[in-house]
């Protein structure tokens, strides 16, 4: 079974819609991450969280927000998608003792 | 003086060649460096990791070089096969400050 789980694998969206992609782990590891990848670039990240009550944004948080309703699952939403979000989303974890992380088989968004 | 590999979003090797992927990093305060490797269709995983008071360690067929002078980083894979075929990042950290800086990635195809 997968340790990094995310849901939807794939999902079509209008704009001004309201999305939400979801994932769960089951490594124990207290931190987790939300990523876009774009062709052709790299992975940047939107939202972190080192345990249940911490939030921090990343370098491309605006037009997103984050929920961490336990140390398993951390949430993505997209309030009002618009078509530049249209992107690979990645959800990763980290044990804290050293910086690898391992990342779920990612969400492809596409806003029309 | 020293010569840097230049970074290059495709790489293409024929089966059995040696491949050298190549990555500068940006911040001269980076000490955990790591390469991933995603395949078509999946989250990035872990392939070697090294520290910077190291410059070299290997692992099965493949080896990470580390020169902190020029701030570059190189993944040789040897003997490639055609499961090698996917993008590599490089990823750097500072500390434990559990986040990741990413490289824009190389496509690597190996042709049989």
């Known amino acids: 079974d997968a340790d990094v789980t995310q849901t939807p694998r794939n999902r079509i969206t209008k704009t001004g819609k309201r999305i939400m992609l979801e994932c769960s782990q089951t490594k124990g590891h207290d931190r987790m991450y939300w990523y876009r990848q774009d062709p052709g670039l790299g992975l940047r990240l939107i939202y972190y969280s080192f345990d249940v009550k911490d939030i921090n944004k990343g370098e491309i948080s605006d037009g997103y927000s984050v929920s961490r309703q336990a140390q398993a699952k951390f949430s993505l939403s997209l309030e009002s998608a618009i078509p530049n979000q249209t992107a690979l989303y990645f959800c990763?974890?980290?044990?804290?003792?050293?910086?690898?992380?391992?990342f779920g088989p990612g969400t492809r968004l596409t806003v029309l | 003086g020293e010569s840097v590999g230049l970074h290059l979003p495709t790489l293409s090797v024929q089966e059995g060649d040696n491949s050298i992927i190549n990555c500068a990093y940006s911040?001269?305060?980076?000490?955990?460096f790591i390469w991933y490797k995603q395949e078509s269709g999946k989250g990035p995983q872990f392939i070697i990791d090294i520290r910077s008071n190291m410059d070299k360690r290997q692992g099965q067929r493949v080896t990470v070089l580390l020169n902190k002078t020029v701030k570059h980083l190189s993944l040789q894979i040897a003997a490639t096969q055609p499961g090698d075929s996917a993008v590599y990042f490089c990823a750097e950290n500072i500390g434990n400050a559990g986040k990741s800086t990413f490289g824009d990635g190389t496509t690597l195809t190996v042709k049989p």
């Open positions: 990763a974890t980290s044990d804290g003792q050293a910086d690898t992380q391992y």
């Open positions: 911040n001269s305060a980076s000490d955990y």
